[in-house]
């Protein structure tokens, strides 16, 4: 019965693999969440029933500096190529801190189980973006299994700086084939695969058997992921945060992503909750604050 069964909330600070900082919450109900100090980087967030809802690529590489492909990277300050730095930016790329004492923030969520974690810029970092910023990600298991992630970025340069964001979005499927991704319809989109052109969606449900490489611009708060053979639906919440990137590689490009398997394309979809049609203008002192709330069902 529900009593005997259930355990204490708990967050526990271990080792993962290739001996990476992992820190793992777990639910009274049985739900867990893991992640990596390392890009402060989910990698695991499971229901009560111990079904893994990410996805997380068979030939993913824990070793900095290669970010982890798959689960849910942090996209900061920058998306794509959309600027001077690599690819999506450093934040995925650096080993963040515990943060022990956060700054004042309620949290929200009754019962939820959450650890702080804290970014600075290193002074390599200030070369290539020359901006000071604290990044503060709170991410919570809900009692009900649901995974908040919120994210604060203060500026405390001098000078405003601009940025993209995005949590990049994992998720595990059953087969692509499978998958409705709905809340886009009548929106306007820039497709990566065709020089950023802007489109606007027509149909009612996005169902995926090429490339697709989309940044839906302003999109409705929520965005969900229907699994037809899981007969399971992944929603995600946004707040402050416009835009929504949906991508799946297909064969021919996964064929050029190392650490992708050859199938396993066919396992995931990324459903991206992102900041990118409007860059964020963050003034010296202010700070910005985002979330994400994934709920599966
Ligand atoms: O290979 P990565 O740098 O991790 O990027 C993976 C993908 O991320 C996003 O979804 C972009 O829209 C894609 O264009 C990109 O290919």
């Given at each position: 019965d529900e009593v005997s069964t259930a355990k204490n909330k708990s967050i526990e600070i271990t080792k993962g693999i290739n001996g990476l900082d992992k820190v793992v919450l777990s639910q009274i109900h049985g739900s867990t969440v893991e992640l990596y100090l390392y890009g402060a980087h989910v990698t695991s967030w499971k229901n009560e029933h111990g079904e893994e809802l990410l996805f997380v690529s068979s030939?993913?590489?824990?070793?900095?500096p290669t970010a982890i492909r798959g689960g849910i990277p942090i996209i900061f300050p920058q998306f794509s190529n959309l600027g001077p730095l690599r690819s999506h930016g450093f934040a995925r790329n650096r080993v963040w801190t515990i943060d022990n004492n956060p700054s004042p923030f309620p949290s929200k969520t009754i019962n939820g189980v959450f650890v702080d974690l804290l970014l600075k810029p290193t002074e390599d970092d200030l070369k290539i973006w020359p901006h000071s910023f604290e990044y503060r990600l709170r991410v919570t298991l809900g009692l009900n299994g649901d995974l908040i992630m919120t994210s604060r970025i203060r500026n405390v340069d001098t000078k405003p700086f601009n940025f993209t964001f995005a949590y990049h979005n994992y998720f595990s499927v059953s087969?692509?084939?499978e998958v409705k991704v709905v809340g886009m319809k009548g929106l306007d989109y820039l497709d990566n695969t065709k020089n950023r052109t802007r489109f606007t969606e027509n149909r009612d449900v996005i169902t995926i058997n090429s490339e697709i490489d989309r940044i839906y611009l302003s999109t409705p708060k929520k965005v969900a992921v229907l699994d037809h053979k899981k007969k399971q639906t992944i929603t995600v919440q946004k707040d402050g945060l416009l835009d929504a990137v949906v991508w799946n590689p297909w064969e021919e490009r996964a064929k050029t992503i190392v650490d992708l398997g050859a199938d396993d394309y066919k396992l995931m979809v990324c459903v991206e909750a992102a900041a990118i049609g409007k860059p964020i203008i963050l003034k010296p002192g202010k700070e910005w604050k985002v979330s994400q709330k994934l709920s599966a069902r």
């Open positions: 030939k993913a590489i824990f070793q900095p087969n692509i084939s």
